[in-house]
């Protein structure tokens, strides 16, 4: 088995759009079951929003340990921490969007 690299773990760790299928192409059975799929591999959906709530929380903490000693290193903690916060919006959204809205037929 192919061993994969450490960047792609990273990604896969952080973003999840490697997941889901694309449902704007293809006849009406292929789209209905590209929506199947990624309804059904919304459920990781949470296990992302865990994620980057964890890192914002810990990004966050360590800028505002870090403000005292060198306001340049806290900016390096503060940015990921604040972005922590509009991608668990966007991952809200798209669980909503999976769990509330009919197919895209």
């Not at 449902?23 to 009406?28: A, I, K, P, S």
């Amino acid at each position: 088995m192919a061993e994969t690299s450490f960047l792609t773990l990273l990604y896969r760790y952080l973003f999840f759009g490697w997941l889901f299928r694309d449902v704007r192409g293809g006849n009406l059975f292929e789209r209905a079951a590209a929506w199947r799929h990624n309804c059904n591999q919304s459920r990781w959906l949470g296990v992302y929003a865990r994620r980057w709530a964890v890192m914002g929380f810990v990004c966050y903490g360590l800028g505002a340990v870090t403000e005292l000693q060198s306001q340049l290193l806290s900016v390096v903690f503060y940015v990921p921490g604040v972005l922590a916060l509009p991608v668990n919006a966007v991952i809200a959204v798209l669980w909503l969007g999976f769990k509330l809205l009919p197919g895209p037929f």
